[in-house]
């Protein structure tokens, strides 16, 4: 009896086949079924195919004679050993023996070859390969695709595939950025090591880790479905050099491709390229422009220059954009700003203030679609400027990929947002959506299993991946949340792209033309341009400057050449000598630079004990007791220690060489040194400034190496947390702006260093010196930084302090976050120190409020990492504060990261709040003592003066009514007594008849009559030596010889 062998290793006899053929059509009426036979070595092979089988074998039986296999030396080299295992089959015929190949190695050929029997299920491997960069800072991550990832992989296996194909998912981790590309090589040796074949890679998103991974799977046969690895056509190859690349979402070649149509489509060929380097989306997509202008338009490529934003590690300043932006003028009227939505409003206003958005001009931008990474791309912010800016949108341009948010879109998006929050602790935000990429890797598992069923229908081998990477081209699939979908014969999905413009009406971006199917623009509606009907000129009338031959007489003059020769020439020999003048100095400093400066022995330090009560990192006192550690050659009280993000803060204070410092305790976290804390330590031994917390060393333990201690200036005061709650310090808003001052100028200079960021700026990590300068502390020891408190919270996880997560962003709340954290957390940081500032209390307290202490700090961080609408954000009476310092404090804590200024921008808005400053609170308070000073002399002064006014009022009104001599004695203070006069004249004067008249008059005209008349004699008597006594009525009496004596001159 002959045996023979299904590939999937069924085994017939000669006599089933007939019976076989008989059941299948037996049971499926109408089904297509036929025989047909091929050559082989030794003998015919005869096969049976039999399409769509509801409850018969497999799509496809290959029958070969087993003797006849295993007489071939190329099988028998393929399986060196072979194994006899019994089978009884349930067809007609007796019982057979199946000869199996036991495989004996790892190859990954083996998992190519196997076949699986078909009553069981075949399971083929996706590996999807994807960076887990920190939030922010790549376009696509992980944490925001898994879920969607997860529901392709449930669908494809419910409702595309055969009941017995299914697939398998296996992640591996691609890296955390994209500059370095082992990590998807890492990851597709792992799963080969753990003899795991893939049949399709699924990612990565980098460009690079794309092309690196590809070389890998080129290696294996093994399709790749990159998304969106946009930038492959400027690695080098072109794309027709990655046949079993299959690219899902957008590509920078389309984007560039649109971009030069529209171009062209308006005659523009003067160009000015503007490009935020510091974004790696926007620089690989500024290089790929500027290579299809050289491909596609040579006169655009000669007419039209680039232009970086990027200035060192930071943006450039606005006097640079308004600089590029004036030397723009002088070669073209268009510009592309690929930037992000912050930076391109930033452009746009300063081009409004240079009178370029008046009609003259145009500017195109790029936002494929709304993401936090590049920001709203809308004049509408909430500012007080926004009516400049909404003008100035007049002349913007977007260009974005065409949106489908139906009701399948809506459905899928809330499973997305359901599963990331319950599966993998995802909050998306309010405002975020389910973007393009994360649905391009949902629809990549989609896609790839619509090929293996059709595959497996035609009777394909859909285990090859060359044959598999050719069906996965030029075919179109339906996809659940978009429709149909088509790959070209590339293997680029085909992407409809639009152009915005701002409607005039409603000041909203609207589509007015699309770049269709066919790569051709398709007008929507009308384009509106600002001022004007019709698009600007390429080349105005006279040339960008004005000095076009026509527009001015031919003037004779010197080469222009030799005149651009002559001016260029010096400034390039500055250039190089300055040039070799830094390249002199790095060398020498290299030379003399020690990279384990901060290598301190133990022996060095002297703890000092501490006695009574110490203040631990969050404030509370804590009693000292127990028994003592001798550190060092020194005795310290132990006691109790808070298990904060760092450990304790520099909460004690040792002897250094002769000198007082602070130190904290690091041992627990059991550091060694490595070669990229060494790195970063020579970042931080190169910081100086006054605001930044002075690194002595590290105390390392010369037995074991270990990090035992942190050893840094003394800061008398203890951190700004110590200052705020402490009730004895008067802090007015001199000082409090102080203090803000000084945050705001280190983090200034830290984020335009090298080191970049801080990753945990809090009330604790700002250190107060003896002067109240507030310094940051803690800056790039990300080394020194425990992985755990680095994680998101979780809502079902038990104890853990949450005291740390209150300066934490909203975004890095949801991600596992990197130690160095991102500059735009750092500024949130910021605005909550603001809030404490203001008033004087701890993070999200209120004071006075009851209800504050019935919310806890878990759940103020949950409410914030879950992104509610409004925000939870700490609440602040506008009463505190100015209105200016509210709109920064609450532009600092802004849900959508982009929005955020940085902290150059925060500098230039609090000098305009505070006015200009270099004091700190001392030199600031002896002025205030010397203004006060002043002060009160000038108060003595006018008080004196006043005084002195009183004094002499005092002494006429004495004099009028005392005797002159009686009333300058009285005022010399000298005493007048009693005197006896020998000889005094008195003279009485009566009204005749003044009772009568009184009795005839008012009583007013009685008291004005008597004025007068009194002022009469008053005038009279000063030519007299008399002193008038007293008025009674109408009787008016003078004297003479009293007090002065006068002789006898009296009665005259």
């Known amino acids: 009896m002959q045996v023979f062998v299904h590939e999937r290793l069924h085994v017939f006899t000669p006599s089933c086949l007939p019976a076989f053929k008989r059941v299948c059509k037996k049971r499926s009426e109408g089904d297509q079924f036929r025989i047909y036979s091929t050559s082989d070595v030794d003998n015919p092979v005869t096969a049976c195919r039999y399409i769509h089988p509801p409850s018969c074998s497999p799509t496809v039986v290959r029958l070969q004679p087993l003797t006849s296999l295993a007489r071939r030396p190329a099988y028998r080299s393929r399986y060196p050993s072979f194994k006899i295992i019994k089978m009884w089959h349930r067809y007609s015929g007796p019982s057979v023996f199946l000869l199996m190949g036991h495989f004996l190695t790892s190859s990954a050929q083996f998992f190519t070859s196997t076949r699986t029997p078909s009553n069981a299920t075949i399971s083929l491997n996706i590996c999807l390969s994807l960076e887990t960069p920190p939030l922010l800072t790549e376009i696509f991550s992980y944490i925001r695709t898994a879920a969607a990832v997860d529901i392709a992989v449930d669908q494809a296996n419910s409702y595309v595939l055969p009941s017995n194909i299914q697939v398998k998912l296996h992640f591996r981790d691609a890296g955390p950025d994209c500059f370095s590309v082992q990590g998807p090589i890492v990851g597709a040796l792992d799963l080969v090591m753990q003899n795991i074949q893939c049949h399709v890679y699924v990612g990565p998103g980098c460009t690079s880790d794309a092309d690196a991974l590809y070389s890998f799977a080129l290696f294996y046969k093994i399709p790749i479905i990159a998304c969106p690895a946009a930038g492959i056509e400027v690695t080098g190859p072109q794309r027709s050099e990655y046949p079993l690349m299959v690219r899902m979402t957008y590509t920078f070649a389309d984007v560039a491709n649109m971009l030069i149509k529209i171009l062209q489509h308006f005659s523009f060929s003067h160009v000015t390229l503007f490009t935020d380097d510091t974004q790696g989306f926007f620089s690989e997509l500024g290089e790929t422009v500027v290579t299809y202008f050289r491909r596609l338009d040579p006169e655009m490529d000669r007419n039209s220059r680039s232009k970086t934003l990027k200035n060192g590690m930071q943006l450039v300043s606005n006097e640079e954009i308004a600089t590029m932006l004036i030397d723009a003028n002088t070669t073209s009227r268009v510009n592309v700003l690929l930037a992000n939505a912050t930076v391109v409003r930033n452009i746009m206003m300063i081009a409004s203030r240079l009178n370029m958005t008046n009609g003259d001009y145009v500017f195109f931008t790029i936002e494929l679609f709304e993401a936090y990474y590049w920001g709203h791309f809308d004049w509408k912010t909430g500012k007080v400027d926004d009516s400049v800016a909404r003008l100035a949108y007049d002349s913007l341009k977007i260009i974005s990929l065409m949106s489908n948010e139906d009701q399948a879109y809506s459905v899928y998006s809330a499973q997305v947002r359901k599963l990331s929050l319950d599966k993998y602790n995802y909050t998306y935000g309010l405002f975020e959506t389910i973007d393009p990429i994360v649905t391009g890797y949902y629809e990549a598992i989609i896609l790839y299993a619509t090929v293996i069923r059709r595959m497996y229908r035609q009777g ?10 050719e069906s996965l081209k030029n075919t179109t699939f339906r996809s659940p949340v978009n429709g149909p979908t088509k790959i070209d014969s590339e293997g680029d999905r085909v992407t409809t792209y639009a152009l915005k413009d701002l409607d005039t009406d409603s000041g909203i971006y609207q589509v007015v033309m699309v770049f269709d199917d066919n790569e051709t623009l398709v007008n929507v509606s009308t384009m ?38 002559a001016a260029v020439l010096p400034i390039l020999l500055v250039a190089a000598m300055a040039a070799a003048i830094i390249i002199l100095f790095i060398k020498q400093a290299n030379q003399t630079y020690d990279p384990y400066w901060w290598r301190l022995p133990m022996e060095e330090l002297q703890l000092i004990g501490v006695t009574g009560a110490s203040i631990n990192s969050r404030g509370s006192k804590n009693e000292m007791g127990g028994r003592s550690e001798t550190v060092g050659g020194s005795t310290l009280r132990s006691g109790t220690t808070l298990n904060s993000y760092f450990g304790s803060f520099f909460d004690k204070r040792a002897y250094f060489r002769g000198t007082v410092v602070a130190v904290r305790n690091v041992a627990k976290l059991n550091c060694h040194s490595s070669t990229a804390f060494v790195n970063d330590m020579r970042l931080v031994h190169n910081l100086a400034h006054d605001n930044i917390h002075k690194l002595i060393g590290i105390a390392v333990s010369m037995a074991e190496g270990a990090f035992q201690y942190v050893v840094g200036d003394l800061c008398s005061h203890g951190s700004l947390q110590d200052v705020l709650t402490h009730d004895t310090i008067r802090l007015d808003w001199s000082f409090k702006n102080s203090m803000i001052r000084d945050i705001v100028l280190g983090m200034e200079y830290l984020h335009g260093s090298p080191l970049e960021t801080h990753g945990d700026l809090s009330a604790y990590t700002c250190m107060v010196d003896s002067r109240f300068t507030v310094k940051i502390s803690d800056v790039g020891l990300w080394y020194l930084r425990d992985p755990k408190h680095l994680l998101p919270p979780i809502a079902s996880e038990g104890e853990r302090d949450y005291d740390y997560l209150l300066w934490r962003a909203p975004e890095l709340l949801r991600v596992k976050m990197t130690p160095k954290g991102t500059q735009k957390g750092d500024v949130f940081s910021f605005g909550i120190i603001l809030q404490q500032i203001i008033l004087r209390c701890e993070a999200y307290d209120l004071p006075g409020d009851d209800h504050s202490d019935m919310v806890s700090k878990r759940e103020i961080v949950m409410e914030v990492q879950r992104g509610v609408d409004p925000p939870l954000r700490p609440r602040v009476p506008r009463v505190s504060c100015s209105n200016e310092v509210y709109a920064l404090m609450e532009n600092c804590w802004s849900e959508f990261p982009l929005e955020r200024p940085s902290f150059g921008k925060i500098k230039s808005n609090l000098t305009k709040i505070v006015g200009k400053t270099g004091d700190n609170i001392v030199d600031h308070l002896l002025k205030r003592m010397e203004e006060y000073a002043s002060d009160l002399e000038q108060q003595v002064a006018d008080k004196t003066a006043a005084f002195m006014e009183e004094k002499q009022r005092s002494e006429i009104l004495l004099c009028q009514l005392l005797p002159r001599s009686v009333a300058e004695a009285l005022t010399r203070g000298h005493t007048v007594d009693p005197e006896a006069y020998e000889s005094v004249t008195i003279y009485f004067s009566d009204i005749v008849g003044f009772t009568e008249l009184s009795a005839n008059v008012l009583p007013m005209d009685v008291v004005s009559l008597l004025n007068e008349l009194y002022t009469v004699f008053d005038n009279v008597i000063e030519s007299f030596d008399v002193y008038k006594v007293e008025t009674i009525g109408d009787a008016y009496m003078v004297s003479s010889g ?5 002789g006898k001159s009296e009665p005259q």
């Open 460 to 469: 394909a081998n859909y285990t090859n991946g060359t044959e598999v990477a």
């Open 528 to 565: 509106s341009w600002a001022y004007r009907t019709t698009p600007p000129s390429d080349v105005p009338f006279c040339g960008f400057t004005g000095d076009a031959l026509r527009c001015r007489p031919q003037v004779a003059g010197l080469n222009p050449g030799l005149i651009a020769v």
């Open 1042 to 1046: 009293l007090p002065v004596r006068n």
